[in-house]
């Protein structure tokens, strides 16, 4: 059973767009949610994170909108640029337990 | 600071074979995860360790796999007889304690099992 559900698996936007991605989870005992970036040949690195007690939260081009009642997040990236072509996962975190649960990743490609 | 770092890069094996993947933690991290993405999946948590006790290791596969970590400092996952299913990039991460939410993840090693 898988405990964070991530769409799209893939996703193609022009140099400028708004590429979002969306995800969903089911354990309420998920009390941190971040988003990780990954390159090629590279492992994942942490983007930005929310805490479940804001709706929104801005790091430079990158947005998180939280919906705690939907239990839903997306990660949004404004002036989307061909460097920001990568895989993206969503993660969920609890304090209680220590492990990151991760989303099925999405592949985002920016075309110039 | 150096990263987190892994080796090899990449391991292609035979089944029934076994392989020792290792990670080398940020120097002071006490936190120290084994994750495992296999074709295209999720990333998957596979155990954690708190220095050198296993503070969770409810993500193993089953007993083929094995992970310790001596003096709390780098790790090492064994997989013995490796089999097709056990294909797949397997990640270390770690964090400072206290900070299981920031982990800092390797570059992760590319494991086949043909």
């Known amino acids: 059973q898988q405990q964070v559900k991530q769409s799209p698996q893939s996703l193609i936007v022009q140099k400028g767009g708004i590429p979002i991605i969306n995800c969903a989870y089911e354990?309420?005992?998920?009390?941190?949610f971040p988003w990780y970036q990954q390159f090629p040949g590279k492992g994942p690195a942490l983007l930005i994170a929310?805490?479940?007690?804001?709706s929104e939260k801005k790091e430079g081009r990158f947005t998180i909108s939280f919906n705690k009642s939907a239990k839903q997040f997306s990660l949004h990236i404004m002036d989307s640029q061909p460097g920001d072509s990568a895989t993206y996962f969503c993660?969920?975190?609890?304090?209680?337990?220590?492990?990151?649960?991760f989303g099925t990743g999405t592949r985002l490609t920016i075309i110039p | 600071e150096a990263g987190v770092t892994q080796f090899p890069s990449h391991s292609v094996i035979e089944k029934g074979q076994t392989v020792t993947l290792r990670c080398d933690p940020i120097s002071g991290h006490d936190n120290l995860y084994w994750y495992r993405r296999v074709m295209g999946k999720e990333i998957k948590f596979l155990l954690h360790f708190v220095k050198e006790s296993k503070q969770d290791e409810s993500g193993m596969p089953n007993n083929r796999f094995l992970a310790e970590r001596t003096g709390g400092t780098y790790s090492t996952l064994k997989v013995q007889p490796a089999e097709l299913e056990d294909s797949g990039v397997y990640f270390c991460?770690?964090?400072?304690?206290?900070?299981?939410?920031?982990?800092?993840f390797g570059p992760g090693t590319r494991l086949t099992v043909l």
């Open positions: 993660a969920a975190y609890s304090f209680g337990n220590e492990k990151l649960t």
């Open positions: 991460a770690s964090s400072t304690p206290g900070r299981g939410n920031e982990q800092f």
């Open positions: 354990n309420t005992a998920f009390d941190y």
């Open positions: 929310i805490r479940p007690d804001v």
